[in-house]
């Protein structure tokens, strides 16, 4: 239980991947804030067994992460109420599949907002408590979309390789102050943001829903396999062990091979 009095802020954690990390950090004894959208019962159900398993609190916060307010009072509630945060991770995210000369702007916007713009309001909230404890870990959710690119996901594409910039910019910042800053850029993992855009992809270009399985999603991954949410939590926890203490400015990709192509 190495996170034993730490605490971690997941963003977008009542489902897929942060959800993953609020487990992980949680069977290494840290406190968990977990935020997102969804179902109040399953929410709970979900905080509940967090708590369970680390034998410290968690807490959820509805904290929407287009909203600068709110997420700097979610992260000085977790201050307060849970301690640090010791660990944040920017992961919350959506898509929206459509050519530049159809992209609704609000869904641009919203993009921008929720999956780059949060995490620069996450990591300027958390810093401070962060400098004054002297460590802290910084982890943000890219994809493989912050290093290539794909047609029709101009936002998405526009946001993830903005946060491998700004990653590697707030690294160089904290890098002496025992805090690091990296992101992980999944391939395609097994979650509802990819089911959600399946419909979408077969409209845009005309496929089936095996055609996109296929064709157009593990196309990409040389593995022919989706990536899981544990495997990317796993390495978000090494990323929290001192031994990682040196791992700063990172962009690490657990894409099957994707970009490697
Ligand atoms: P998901 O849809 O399962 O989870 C997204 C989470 O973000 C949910 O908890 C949702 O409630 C939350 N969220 C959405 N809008 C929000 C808002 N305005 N405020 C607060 N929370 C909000 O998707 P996922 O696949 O687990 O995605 C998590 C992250 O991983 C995203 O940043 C995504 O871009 C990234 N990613 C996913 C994949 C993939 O293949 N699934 C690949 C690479 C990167």
């Given at each position: 239980m190495f996170l034993k009095g730490k605490s971690a802020i997941v963003t977008?954690?009542?489902?897929g991947i942060g959800l993953a990390y609020a487990k992980a950090f949680a069977a290494e004894g840290a406190s968990v804030m977990i935020n997102g959208f969804g179902d109040a019962a399953a929410i709970e159900t979900e905080r509940a067994a967090l708590e369970a398993t680390s034998g410290a609190k968690a807490l959820y916060d509805a904290a929407d992460m287009t909203k600068a307010e709110a997420i700097e009072a979610m992260v000085k509630r977790c201050h307060d109420e849970?301690?640090?945060?010791?660990i944040i991770v920017n992961n919350a995210g959506i898509q929206h599949v459509a050519p530049i000369d159809e992209f609704p702007i609000d869904k641009w916007d919203a993009i921008i907002a929720i999956n780059l713009t949060s995490a620069f309001h996450m990591m300027r909230a958390s810093i401070p408590y962060m400098k004054a404890a002297k460590w802290g870990r910084i982890i943000s959710t890219a994809s493989a979309h912050s290093l290539v690119a794909s047609p029709n996901k101009s936002a998405y594409v526009a946001a993830k390789h903005g946060i491998a910039g700004l990653t590697k910019t707030a690294a160089l910042e904290v890098a002496t102050h025992g805090i690091t800053v990296n992101a992980i850029s999944p391939g395609y993992v097994w979650t509802p943001l990819v089911e959600n855009q399946i419909p979408d992809t077969m409209k845009a270009r005309g496929l089936t829903r095996e055609q996109v399985m296929n064709d157009v999603l593990l196309a990409?991954?040389?593995?022919?396999e989706f990536v899981t949410p544990e495997q990317v939590a796993a390495l978000a926890l090494f990323l929290c062990?001192?031994?990682?203490?040196?791992?700063?400015?990172a962009n690490m990709t657990v894409d099957g091979g994707w970009t490697a192509a």
């Open positions: 977008g954690s009542t489902s849970l301690g640090g945060p010791d990409a991954q040389p593995t022919k062990r001192d031994e990682a203490k040196s791992i700063t400015g």
